[in-house]
């Protein structure tokens, strides 16, 4: 599946905290952003 990357303005802010999370688990940062504004804990 082929996805766009939203621009600067509208992508989710997140930390690298959160990105080294998304790289580790093969998940996209958008994908993890999703979950952490939905409640999950990562």
Do not use: W
């Not at 621009?7 to 790289?23: G, R, T």
Request: without cysteine; negative net charge; glycine residues 4%.
């Amino acid at each position: 599946m082929s996805y766009a990357v939203p621009s600067k303005e509208f992508a989710p802010k997140v930390s690298d905290e959160l990105v080294e999370f998304a790289e580790s688990q093969g998940m996209s940062i958008l994908e993890a952003a999703a979950f952490e504004r939905h409640g999950l804990k990562i």
